[in-house]
């Protein structure tokens, strides 16, 4: 374990520091996202909420992909 007091050297995330503990291994793990640990963390949490898209409703699809084939149905018996 590693005692590190981070302060931002970005003006715009310029906010208090707090010395915490972080592991070795989680350290190495945010340098994969950025330069930095609270990049890296930062980067983590933007890519987290953009996997985190709300899931398709099946059912919603079913029923457009129904509507849409009988609709072509009906195109097709009346000659369009």
Do not use: W
């Not at 003006?11 to 890296?40: L, N, P, Q, W």
């Amino acid at each position: 374990m590693l005692h590190i007091n981070h302060q931002a050297s970005n003006i715009r995330y310029s906010m208090a520091t707090k010395v915490v503990r972080v592991s070795e291994d989680a350290i190495e793990i945010t340098g994969r996202y950025a330069k930095d640990i609270s990049e890296g963390i930062r980067m983590m949490q933007k890519l987290i909420e953009e996997k985190s898209t709300p899931q398709i409703d099946m059912k919603a699809l079913e029923k457009m992909m129904r509507d849409c084939i009988a609709e072509e149905f009906e195109n097709l018996q009346r000659g369009y």
